[in-house]
């Protein structure tokens, strides 16, 4: 592990602060998260940091949001997250570090572009635009893959809940849920891994007052918020975090 400066705790600051936003207003800003502590860590280390900092964040969005939660589509996505995890643990166990931030911001542009064409599509024909339960399937599974090898699952199923049409609170109230409870079956795999270790942790406890100042500040933000803004800011925030994946 490199020898932390100035630099790098500002760019882990910065990064847990996203983390919080992102937990209980901004779902597709965690990707920036994902940037920022794989610019001050080893890409590998970082998933171990930015996991235990997501889970505190976690805890707070399913309090904040438990009675926002459409329990169906998380039934849905079960079994292809898991699936999902479990390949994602194969790659990380022999991927580089470039690769992986490749794979995974190759993977969010093409979805990016399925969701805006697919939006376009049903729009000009006048129906709604809704997520087929084979299309859940194919997401669940991108999910549990990018969020297990880069913690960038959350711009995935934000385009998978943006085409099932949730209003805000019960799209950051499902995401909640389902996030805390992937970040918790992810934790075994991350030590088994060797990645997440008392240095880690020791990095992790610094940060965490900032993940809970942001979470509080996200959940003002998420009151005030219209639908058609949340949506185009999660569209832009998932193009920006991807960008960066591949640069």
């Known amino acids: 592990m490199v020898e932390m400066d100035v630099l790098r705790w500002v760019l882990l600051g910065l990064g847990a602060l996203v983390v919080g936003l992102s937990k209980t207003a901004l779902p597709g800003g965690g990707t920036l998260a994902v940037v920022l502590f794989a610019s001050a860590l080893p890409a590998r280390?970082?998933?171990?940091a930015?996991?235990?900092?997501?889970?505190?964040?976690?805890?707070?969005?399913?309090?904040?949001?438990?009675?926002?939660?459409?329990?169906?589509?998380?039934?849905?996505?079960i079994w292809p997250v898991l699936l999902g995890v479990a390949v994602g643990t194969v790659f990380l166990g022999f991927a580089s570090d470039a690769v992986v931030r490749r794979v995974i911001g190759a993977i969010l542009l093409a979805l990016l572009v399925f969701t805006l064409l697919r939006r376009r599509r049903n729009q000009d024909a006048g129906a709604p635009v809704s997520a087929s339960r084979w299309g859940g399937y194919g997401y669940g599974w991108l999910?549990?893959?990018?969020?297990?090898?880069?913690?960038?699952?959350?711009?995935?199923?934000?385009?998978?809940?943006l085409a099932m049409r949730l209003d805000v609170k019960t799209f950051l109230g499902t995401a909640a849920y389902f996030f805390f409870a992937v970040n918790l079956v992810k934790v075994p795999f991350q030590i088994g891994l060797g990645l997440l270790d008392l240095h880690i942790l020791s990095i992790v406890a610094v940060l965490v007052p900032l993940v809970v100042v942001a979470a509080f500040l996200g959940r003002w933000v998420a009151g005030r918020i219209s639908q058609t803004v949340f949506e185009r800011l999660v569209l832009v925030l998932t193009a920006v975090g991807a960008v960066n994946l591949l640069l």
């Open 143 to 161: 999910g549990g893959f990018t969020t297990m090898v880069a913690n960038a699952g959350g711009p995935v199923m934000s385009m998978y809940l």
């Open 50 to 77: 930015l996991l235990v900092l997501l889970l505190v964040g976690d805890l707070f969005a399913v309090t904040m949001y438990r009675r926002t939660v459409d329990w169906a589509i998380l039934r849905r996505l």
């Open 45 to 48: 280390e970082s998933t171990a």
